[in-house]
Every structure is written in structure tokens, then in C-alpha cells.
């Protein structure tokens, strides 16, 4: 009899956790159905949080729209929501190379001067999004697609020290000093 009266706080207990776990799973499933609706429909919020505004460039970017969208990923990553940083650049960085690709696809090699700003500020974005997630494998592998299309050449700003130049009259190191005609090359 004492046991059936110890039993009953116990399953109370359990009854109103799984209550809760229920109530909480029922939210989650409103904000999904929110979420996908959202995502289903054609027209943009035009809200300025953060979240909306990463939505509506999504939404712009499949409508071809890269211009907008790069400029709702520039204020997402400019926003105070620094968890939605990396992904506004990742973003960002997957559009600027999916457009260079797709000319290069149109229009061949000729398209070189098109492209190559295009993967340079796509490199610049996955840069800016490997900063605030070190360990995002996908952006890593993208981020090496990029340097693969176009690598990053050290340029000629930085300072070359010349080499003192030889006193005339010495011999200078290779074919040219070597009197004769070489033999045995093709």
C-alpha cells in the first residue's frame, strides 16, 4: 500500500515532463511549418533582421539575382548576429564562383578577365568565413576549388633585391658560357 502512494509523485513527474517534451516538439514543428513556408513562397519578406534578410537573398539568388543577394549577404555579414557571419560569406563566396563557372562554361577562356574578379572576391569570402569557423569542411573544399580555378600569385609589389649584376668580362653562369654548340639534346 505505502509503495502505490510513493509511485504516484513519480508518475506525476513523468507525466508532466513528457507534457512538456511534447508541447516543446509541437513548437518546433509551428516554427518549421513557418520556416518552409516561408521558404516555398516566391515573394520576399523585406524584413531587416538578420535571418529574413539571409532568406530573401537566398530566395533573389535562385531567381539570378546576384547582385541583390550580395548586397542582403553584405548587411547580414555586416549585422550584430555574428552567427549568421560565416554563412552570409560562405554564401556570398558560393555565388561569386557559381557565376564565374557558368561563364566560363558560355563563353570559354574569353571570358578570363570576367571571371578572374569574380573568384578573387569569392576567395576573399570563404577567407572571411574560414575566420569565424576555422573547422567548416565545405568551406575549406570550396574555398580550394576557387584557388584551383585562379591561385594566388605573390605579385610584384613586393620588393625583389636584385642580385649584384657580374663585371664584364666574367663568364656568366649557363648556356651562354659554355663555348661551343651543346650536343646531345634535341
Known sequence: MALRFRMIPIVAMTLIAACTGMAWQGYQLFQDDQYNRAVASKSLSGKNTPSDM????????????????????????????????ADAHYNAANLYQKQALSLLEQKGLGAWDEVTPLLSMAKEHYRS??????????????????????????????????????????????????????????
Open 129 to 186: 568565413a574560414l575566420r569565424y569557423r576555422p573547422d567548416w569542411l565545405e568551406a575549406k573544399y570550396n574555398f580550394e576549388l576557387a584557388l584551383r580555378f585562379a591561385p594566388n600569385i605573390e605579385s610584384a609589389t613586393k620588393k625583389v633585391v636584385k642580385e649584384e649584376e657580374p663585371e664584364e668580362g666574367l663568364a656568366v653562369d649557363g648556356w651562354p658560357s659554355i663555348p661551343g654548340f651543346p650536343r646531345g639534346m634535341p
Open 54 to 85: 539571409m532568406l530573401d537573398a537566398w530566395k533573389l539568388a535562385q531567381q539570378k539575382e546576384y547582385q541583390k543577394a550580395w548586397q542582403l549577404y553584405t548587411k547580414v555579414a555586416a549585422s550584430n548576429e555574428r552567427d549568421l557571419h
